[in-house]
């Protein structure tokens, strides 16, 4: 019994050992992990990106979190500068995630997707959107065609309401006619639908136990009893591919291969079948279009929703920033034609504001993680091969040194002293390194054609006309704003 008594204590020093000791050895420091949760509970979970900027102070420009599994956090702009972009294929990895493997049965897609897949899919992922307009200005149409069915929207409420579901429209629908070739109308049944899974999916993945799950995956096990949250994430990812799966089936009944490609869809299937004759198929697969259409859609609609919803959070508690944005649009283009991207040189404060709304918001507190593809150095630190690695941009737009009191909404920062905006390179809200986003040109468009033209035709005021809604934020992988209203007033 003694015997067994001292086995049992040994075995408990030696994985409370490993947990807050031997596993950490070689890895720069950070703060000290718990058994089994790592850092997750240390965490400030309403504001990650805060304790990042914290912990950056206390260990240096590279430290390391558990999340349980280590992330190595890269916390100043010139090492991300040397080791993202100047070694970029070194950082280009992706880890290879249970949840992938148990979800999608690999790392398709665009966002996670690995090795050869992730080129040759980016590749041509990139070719067809520069195909489709995005980066050059014959996209401009399309999206100021939603920008006037918004306004038109705007226009119509009475009393107070919530700006969501109008930018979801507007903005969901210039992805989905790029992605499956139409629009939706304003309140369309399948489009709400589609909208809660998403919204779904996200307070889903972001539990704590999702995390438990990376590193233990044995827990899946223990649900029921337990709400681990895997069971409900794979009803929603059936939803999801059953969505994209009717798309697929719809185009593959109407696709005329002699004609140019109506959509994202159309130029996969095309490329797909010539490969599939030429007997060189490589990674074109209907399972990969199905996580590529999604992650092109997810990530196309709900950053840009996201940014521009704390944009009007902002100019609700910043009324002076607004009057300045209203009276610059006024002198500058008036309200009888439509905004162009060429006006960006004659509203540098819309510019100025737009960058300040992505230094501030933060929408990813914690960036997405890569992995280092073979042993590098980072900040005097060894790295090993497959750890994950974080370009912690968060921290660089939170840096006092760079942006003094980073807190505060301040677009006047970007100004200089004759008026024009200032391009910063220290703000990089769309990552840096060759995992870049893709779509970094188009949401660049839509930010600016869509505050623009909403500020050109609308006013925004406090739901009650005086008390501007609390600056508040719901975290998760992407950080958004608290639901709040306001109501519009159109400027005629």
């Known amino acids: 019994m003694y015997l067994i008594g001292v086995i049992v204590v040994a075995a408990i020093a030696y994985f409370l050992y490993l947990e807050l000791y031997g596993k950490r050895k070689g890895l720069p420091p950070g703060p000290t992990p718990w058994p089994i949760v790592g850092n997750i509970l240390q965490l400030d979970l309403k504001h990650p990106e805060k304790s990042l900027v914290q912990w950056g102070k206390q260990y240096g420009p590279v430290f390391t979190i558990w999340m349980p599994a280590p992330f190595v956090i890269v916390n100043d702009y010139d090492l991300m500068k040397e080791s993202f972009l100047k070694q970029g294929d070194i950082f280009a990895g992706r880890p290879e995630m249970f949840l992938l493997r148990e979800l999608s049965k690999g790392n398709y897609g665009l966002v996670f997707a690995r090795d050869e897949l992730w080129r040759e899919q980016r590749r041509f992922a990139l070719h067809v959107l520069r195909d489709f307009g995005v980066g050059r200005n014959m996209l401009e149409p399309k999206i100021l065609d939603q920008t006037r069915e918004l306004i038109s929207i705007l226009h119509s409420t009475k009393g107070p309401t919530q700006l969501k579901p109008a930018l979801t429209f507007a903005v969901g629908n210039v992805i989905n ?10 309140g369309d049944q399948r489009m709400e639908e589609f909208k809660t899974t998403l919204e779904e999916s996200h307070s889903v993945v972001t539990k704590p136990t999702m995390l438990l799950l990376e590193l233990y995956p044995w827990i899946r096990f223990f649900e029921p009893p337990f709400n681990i ?6 009803l929603i990812n059936r939803k999801f591919q059953s969505f994209f799966s009717e798309e697929i089936r719809q185009h593959k009944e109407t696709l005329d291969e002699s004609q140019p490609p109506r959509d994202y869809t159309d130029a996969y299937l095309i490329e797909m079948n010539k490969r599939i004759k030429a007997g060189n198929q490589g990674s074109f697969s209907e399972r990969q279009l199905i996580f590529a259409m999604g992650d092109i859609w997810a990530a196309g609609m709900d950053t840009t929703v996201t940014t521009l919803r704390f944009a009007f959070l902002y100019l609700l508690n910043y009324p002076n920033v607004l009057k300045k944005m209203h009276e610059e649009m006024d002198e500058m283009v008036g309200r009888e034609r439509d905004l162009s991207m060429n006006d960006q040189k004659i509203l540098p404060y819309l510019c100025a504001t737009i960058q300040e709304v992505q230094r501030l918001a933060n929408i990813l507190p914690i960036n997405l993680q890569h992995t280092v593809t073979e042993d590098v150095i980072v900040g005097g630190y060894r790295i090993p091969r497959e750890t994950i690695v974080v370009a912690q941009t968060p921290s660089i737009h939170l840096d006092e040194k760079l942006f003094p009191d980073p807190y505060t909404f301040s677009p006047e920062r970007h100004i200089d002293a004759n008026g024009h905006f200032v391009k910063s390179e220290h703000i990089i809200p769309f990552s840096i390194g060759k995992r870049v986003c893709m779509g970094e040109s188009l949401a660049r468009m839509e930010l600016f054609l869509f505050l ?15 008390t501007p809604p609390p600056i508040e934020v719901v975290t998760g992988i992407i950080q958004s704003p608290a639901p709040y209203d306001c109501v519009i007033v159109p400027r005629t």
């Open 452 to 466: 623009g033209s909403l500020i050109q035709h609308c006013d925004f005021r406090p739901a009650d006309g005086k």
């Open 177 to 186: 006619t790029m992605v499956v070739g139409y629009a939706w109308k304003f």
């Open 229 to 234: 949250g895997l069971k409900q994430l794979t």
